[in-house]
């Protein structure tokens, strides 16, 4: 689209608009700096985690997968904003959008509409897709008619590759007006200033007297795998000097996953990664085998809500248990 088309189409977003007043956002909100709303719009929804990690999808779903699925860590923002006048298109938003990150130099990885997305309208797309808030109050959730859905989405990228966003405009159920959802990634080195401490081998062993077991949260995998991460060495290593320190332990690695995909799914996957520990332990710390078990509770066994990123993040954890020998 032209520039001036491009103006075209903003300035029929905010003359829709003008016809209805728009209310004011929640309290603490605001846009993410690159991605602008389109006017007409008002903020229902914000939640800002200083670091974690997020996957955008940037292909369709197939009803088990995405086909494809950019990911990120850093800075996210989860903002809704909802429409008041009805006479807005979720068309024209998609478009306003896709003009704006385009003049700002972001790469639009994907964008679809409807059954394009996934079954039921794209229904099986956003919901799979677990990067949308769907907590705001009264807002937002899908037409439930398949028909008066109307649901669009967008995956973009900045130019330097440090934003990563996906948008979905659709339908609402109670509102006339439609909503935008919008969850964005800026790329960022963790604060391990105020990140949580490793433990320490002693510390360990206490939350192995005192309670049984204990959750290690420095072992890390790449997304949807079992192989381990580097910077997962000092977490293994601690582990290893745990088992040198008490030789009478014997330990159950349990693998947690959240919930995100299905059962049998996490359930395969967090017992992979339990093998995977076991393994590195006794291959590269010498720690026998004897002395160690793996299993996979999968999401079986949450420790904070599933509902957002940070919890998400906290329930994928490894846990040693100890055994009896």
Do not use: W
């Not at 956002?25 to 800002?48: C, L, Q, T």
């Not at 959008?97 to 639009?108: H, K, P, Q, S, V």
């Not at 299905?262 to 990664?273: Q, T, W």
């Amino acid at each position: 689209m032209s520039q001036m088309a491009a103006c075209r189409a903003g300035a029929l977003i905010g003359t829709l608009a003008l016809s209805t007043p728009v209310m004011a956002d929640i309290d603490g909100a605001y846009d993410h700096p690159d991605i602008e709303r389109v006017a007409g719009s008002h903020i229902v929804y914000f939640d800002r985690t200083e670091f974690d990690r997020i996957t955008i999808p940037v292909g369709p779903y197939a009803g088990d997968e995405f086909e494809t699925a950019e990911t990120l860590e850093g800075e996210v923002i989860k903002l809704s904003y909802l429409f008041e006048n009805p006479d807005i298109s979720t068309l024209q938003i998609k478009r306003n959008y896709m003009d704006a990150l385009e003049t700002r130099g972001f790469e639009i990885l994907y964008a679809e509409s409807h059954d394009a997305l996934g079954s039921g309208a794209g229904r099986g797309f956003y919901n799979a897709a677990g990067i949308f808030s769907r907590s705001a109050r009264d807002c937002c959730r899908l037409a439930t008619r398949s028909s008066n859905r109307d649901l669009r989405y967008i995956a973009a990228r900045s130019a330097d590759g440090s934003v990563l966003a996906g948008i979905a405009t659709f339908n609402e159920r109670r509102d006339p007006g439609p909503a935008v959802e919008i969850a964005v990634v800026t790329s960022a080195e963790m604060d391990t200033e105020m990140d949580h401490q490793p433990l320490t081998a002693g510390e360990m062993e206490a939350g192995l007297i005192d309670d049984g077991r204990v959750a290690v949260q420095d072992i890390l995998f790449e997304f949807d795998s079992a192989r381990i991460l580097p910077e997962s060495s000092e977490a293994l290593a601690t582990v290893a000097q745990l088992m040198g320190d008490a030789p009478d332990i014997a330990l159950l690695v349990v693998g947690h996953t959240d919930n995100s995909g299905g059962y049998d799914y996490n359930l395969s996957l967090s017992m992979a990664r339990a093998e995977a520990v076991v393994d590195y332990l006794t291959q590269q710390h010498d720690v026998t085998s004897e002395r160690l078990q793996a299993a996979g509770a999968g999401m079986m066994a949450p420790i904070a809500t599933n509902r957002t990123d940070q919890g998400r993040t906290l329930n994928r954890r490894v846990e040693l248990v100890e055994m009896q020998r």
